[in-house]
C-alpha cells in the first residue's frame, strides 16, 4: 500500500489550506493509499531558531518521519505575496539534505482567493524541486476563489476543479507505482 505525506503548506489558524489538505488526504485514503498530514501549524518553536540547522529539534522528527516514510507527497499551498509561505521553504530547508527530495515524488496543489489558484508559488515549488532532482508530477491542481470556493468538509465546490481532483488522485498512484515499481493493482 502506498505510503502518503500531506503538508499543509502553512502555519496560519483556521487556514483554507489545511481544509483542503485534509479533504485532499480523505481522497487519497479512499483510493487506498496511507496518508499523514503534515501540519505546518505543529512546528516547534525552536524550528525557528538559526541553531535549527545545525541541529534540529527533535520535537520536529514526527515530521521529517512522516516525509521520509513515504512513497510520495502531496504539498497543498497557499498563496501569500505572490510566493509560498517561508514556513513551508523553512519546513523544507529543515529536512534532510540530500535524501528528503532527491528521487522523492511530489503532487502540488495550490490554493488561493484570486483567480490562479497559486499558480506562481506551485511552479515555484515545482523549481525547487527540479533543482533538488525530484520527481514533479506533471499533472497540478490550482484552487481559486478560496474564500466561496471551498466546502465546509475542504471540498472545492467549483465542478471543474472537482472533476480535476478526481482524476489526479489516481493519477498520481499511478505515477507512484511506476517510479517505485509498484505493481498496478488492476493487474494482480
Known amino acids: 500500500m502506498l505510503k502518503l505525506a500531506v503538508i499543509a503548506g502553512t502555519n496560519r489558524e483556521g487556514s483554507r489550506t489545511l481544509r483542503l489538505a485534509r479533504h485532499v488526504l480523505y481522497r487519497f485514503e479512499a483510493a487506498g493509499s496511507v496518508g499523514t498530514l503534515v501540519d505546518l501549524r505543529e512546528l516547534p518553536p525552536d524550528a525557528l531558531l538559526s541553531t535549527a540547522y545545525d541541529q534540529r529539534p527533535p520535537e520536529l522528527e514526527p515530521m521529517v518521519d512522516a516525509i521520509m516514510e513515504a512513497d510520495g507527497?502531496?504539498?497543498?499551498?497557499?498563496?501569500?505575496?505572490?510566493?509560498?509561505?517561508?514556513?513551508?521553504?523553512?519546513?523544507?530547508?529543515?529536512?534532510?539534505?540530500?535524501?528528503?527530495?532527491?528521487?522523492?515524488?511530489?503532487?502540488?496543489?495550490?490554493?488561493?482567493?484570486?483567480?490562479?489558484?497559486?499558480?506562481?508559488?506551485?511552479?515555484?515549488?515545482?523549481?525547487?524541486?527540479?533543482?533538488?532532482?525530484?520527481?514533479?508530477?506533471?499533472?497540478?491542481?490550482?484552487?481559486?476563489?478560496?474564500?466561496?470556493?471551498?466546502a465546509d468538509d475542504g471540498a472545492p465546490t467549483d465542478a471543474r476543479q472537482l472533476r480535476h481532483l478526481d482524476a489526479l488522485v489516481p493519477n498520481y498512484l499511478a505515477f507512484l507505482r511506476r517510479l517505485r515499481g509498484y505493481p498496478d493493482p488492476e493487474e494482480g
Open 73 to 150: 507527497l502531496v504539498v497543498v499551498t497557499p498563496e501569500y505575496n505572490g510566493g509560498f509561505p517561508g514556513v513551508l521553504k523553512l519546513f523544507i530547508d529543515l529536512l534532510p539534505h540530500p535524501e528528503s527530495v532527491r528521487d522523492r515524488p511530489v503532487c502540488l496543489i495550490g490554493i488561493s482567493k484570486g483567480r490562479w489558484g497559486a499558480m506562481r508559488p506551485v511552479e515555484h515549488l515545482a523549481q525547487l524541486w527540479h533543482y533538488r532532482n525530484g520527481f514533479v508530477f506533471p499533472e497540478r491542481l490550482f484552487v481559486h476563489d478560496a474564500l466561496e470556493g471551498l
